[in-house]
């Protein structure tokens, strides 16, 4: 005889978080492929800061992530949308979910595709330099770092605001082709307007600011992604 | 274990189901009958949770369904559109299905995927139509959910698998009892399966019996025109088919004795419901007979 089982919604996202990382693993290796990619192309985002040969020959460099930054908040965007496409959140219907603990799994997943990021554009970057070293031969001294946790937090939030800002609107595009219009049209006249000054308006200057309205648009927006998602009936076909 | 009341479903002004009622409290395995287009994907969709109820009372497991966790780790609905990720083979679905589905049979999945020729190293993308439906209905019999619906699941399969698998299905029934409801077309191969009948007509539950209720519900009469004819005052008369000089008749079956020179024939279930669920405007014989090209066609 039969007997009708519990689940803890928390160890459903758990698992389906897991599951996930396994099923769209082929986002990490997009990521990492076209990070090398992009390093090795770009030099690792080197320039050059100056030289000298009167005494010593020398060759100050620096390595930026810069390029891969903004290279990361575009894929995070793509990858969002994608995540949210019907092809791809059809296959989530094969194990036992719910559109809300699917929203969840699914920010979840795009956190740890985000720290994934960091980590594979840290990696690429060190890569690219010892591509550079062991091309051109040159003695390598290490001058300075400036790694901060706090770079590396904003670099994380940013690519998870890129990754939900684009789940978020196919989301929107999926609930109400209307209001998805009304969406682009508003993102299109804030970018046409953009100025230094909307920038503070929206994100504040310093780093910490950033972090912490960035947080506050993911958590918003995930907020709304969930009760559209909320009202969806789930569709196979 | 499924409770429902007047339960209604429209798509902006179509309207699917208009007033479906019925009760399932024990294991057994039903079968979901009705002409296409009735409503019997957007039922199974209503019980897994996957759609909502536009008016009317639903309850599986105790619990309202549309999007509802304990009804999914629950409930399995298996369809013809059912996808799964694309880098995942057959053996990683398997093995990851046990996560999800508390009581899944992984050693069992994989026997009968071994028993089907379908190599768990594949992509289920990969697969051929009768592939994935030997596929999802495997994945869907080794989840032993306490429901289980297949939604046309043996589309695309050829008869031997098709026998395969519903042995596969009465198999597992018996060693783990639990509520099956299989929407199929298939009623007659379907018939030494299931033990109930869900006839669905026009939106509403037209007949919710045992499958021996069904066939008793209705007879055929053959003979000669004259003979038959007289005889229908005394029936309820569901239709009737003229074939050059032999006419039959299908009617809801009495007690009454039989007239002399009419034969009595028993029906299967899967005729029963075709006769209850037949269009108004008659049979295709009408048609061809009243057509102006009639003679052409005939």
């Known amino acids: ?237 | 274990m499924i409770t429902c009341k007047q339960l209604q479903k429209h798509y902006g002004k179509k309207e699917i189901l208009t007033d479906v009622s019925f009760q399932i409290d024990e294991p057994k395995i039903i079968g979901l009958i009705g002409r296409n287009g009735v409503g019997k994907s957007t039922l199974l969709k209503i019980i897994a949770g996957h759609a909502k109820a536009s008016k009317g009372y639903i309850e599986v497991v105790g619990q309202k369904p549309f999007q509802n966790l304990t009804v999914a780790a629950n409930v399995i609905f298996i369809e013809d559109a059912m996808t799964f990720p694309a880098v995942l083979t057959l053996k990683e679905i398997l093995e990851s299905a046990k996560k999800f589905y508390a009581k899944f049979a992984t050693d069992l999945a994989f026997k009968l995927l071994k028993f089907s020729n379908i190599s768990e190293k594949n992509y289920h993308t990969q697969l051929s139509k009768g592939q994935k439906a030997t596929f999802n209905l495997i994945y869907g019999i080794a989840s032993r959910s306490a429901i289980t619906l297949l939604d046309e699941p043996m589309n695309g399969m050829d008869e031997a698998i098709r026998n395969d698998m519903y042995r596969v299905i009465l198999k597992d029934f018996i060693a783990y009892p639990r509520v099956i409801i299989i929407s199929s077309h298939y009623l007659n191969e379907m018939e030494q399966l299931i033990e109930d009948i869900l006839l669905l007509h026009k939106g509403k539950v037209a007949l919710f019996a045992p499958v021996e209720e069904v066939q008793e519900l209705a007879v055929k009469l053959v003979g000669q025109k004259g003979n038959v004819e007289p005889a229908l005052d005394k029936y309820e008369v569901l239709a009737t088919y003229e074939n050059g000089p032999i006419f039959e008749a299908i009617v809801r079956k009495n007690d009454l004795p039989l007239p002399e020179n009419v034969r009595m024939l028993s029906l299967s279930a899967s005729d029963v419901c075709q006769v209850l669920t037949a269009t108004e405007g008659g049979s295709i014989d009408d048609i061809y007979r009243k057509s102006e090209y009639g003679a052409e066609y005939l």
């Open chain 1, 1 to 237: 005889m039969t007997s009708i089982v519990k689940v803890s919604t928390a160890r459903n996202i758990y698992e389906q978080v897991k599951w996930k990382c396994k099923a769209y693993s082929s986002m990490f290796s997009t990521v990492l492929i076209l990070y090398i990619l992009l390093t090795l192309l770009s030099g690792g985002g080197s320039g050059s800061l100056g030289m000298g040969r009167s005494f010593v020959s020398y060759r100050e460099q620096y390595y930026t992530l810069d390029s891969l930054f903004i290279f990361t908040v575009l894929t995070m965007f793509i990858f969002g949308w994608l995540l949210a496409s019907k092809s791809i959140s059809r296959d989530n219907f094969s194990i036992v979910t719910t559109s809300y603990t699917e929203a969840i799994s699914s920010a979840l997943f795009l956190v740890v595709l985000c720290i994934f990021t960091l980590v594979a554009a840290i990696s690429t970057l060190w890569i690219s330099i010892l591509v550079d070293i062991l091309r051109t031969g040159d003695l390598f001294i290490f001058h300075s770092m400036e790694y901060s946790l706090l770079t590396f937090i904003s670099f994380t939030v940013c690519s998870l605001l890129a990754a939900s800002i684009g789940y978020f609107i196919h989301v929107v595009f999926d609930f109400s082709k209307i209001v998805f219009a009304l969406l682009c049209v508003g993102m299109f006249l804030l970018i046409r307007q953009y100025t230094i000054e909307l920038w503070g308006i929206l994100f504040g200057g310093s780093a910490f600011q950033i972090i912490g309205r960035s947080t506050i648009y993911i958590i918003l927006l995930w907020l709304l992604i969930v009760l559209m998602r909320q009202r969806r009936e789930v569709t196979r076909t």
